[in-house]
């Protein structure tokens, strides 16, 4: 059984997803764009913002993968806590949105991606799913690297758990 694994979150983890959405609602006339960026950070669904303002929601979504942009100091984090050994990234996106943005941003993430897991095979958050996944490749425990305490939190005491906002990083319930 290997020792560490490491499970890393995407939107907003390895790319600043709200900064690409903001840039893509500001190519349009918007004349509260204030309350498009509120609406983005409290994660207001985005077709419900494309209605509010008659945006047409597959036009906005390609100009937001185009905005993406790698985060990587967190890219240098996870290098140096999965030892280049490759890791597993879990997401409550969808996996057609997941693997989208994946590929567009790959030639640059420089990361061994063993697997992609999106919420179509289950929740990041239930420990039994990720008790599962460690199991698959035989990890006795893991790091799960995620922006947002409350959707990238785990309570499997397999997992330790690292929050990257844009500012700190926050590590929950184990020191390195």
């Excluded at 890791?87 to 992609?116: M, P, Q, T, Y």
Aim: net charge neutral; aromatic share 10%; with cysteine.
């Amino acid at each position: 059984m290997h020792e560490m694994g490491v499970l890393c979150d995407f939107h907003g983890t390895l790319v600043d997803a709200n900064k690409a959405w903001i840039k893509a609602f500001e190519t349009y006339d918007i004349p509260d764009i204030n309350q498009v960026i509120t609406d983005v950070y409290h994660k207001v669904n985005r077709k419900i913002i494309c209605r509010r303002y008659g945006i047409d929601y597959e036009e906005i979504k390609n100009k937001y993968t185009s905005f993406l942009e790698i985060r990587y100091e967190i890219v240098n984090l996870v290098k140096l806590l999965s030892n280049n050994t490759g890791i597993i990234i879990v997401s409550n996106s969808s996996r057609e949105r997941l693997l989208k943005d994946i590929n567009f941003v790959k030639a640059n993430l420089n990361l061994e991606i063993r697997e992609i897991l999106s919420k179509d095979n289950g929740n990041k958050n239930d420990p039994d799913y990720i008790n599962q996944v460690l199991d698959r490749y035989n990890y006795k425990s893991a790091y799960l690297i995620g922006n947002d305490i409350r959707e990238d939190f785990n309570p499997s005491p397999r997992i330790t758990n690292i929050f990257v906002p844009y500012k700190n990083t926050i590590l929950m319930n184990k020191t390195l």
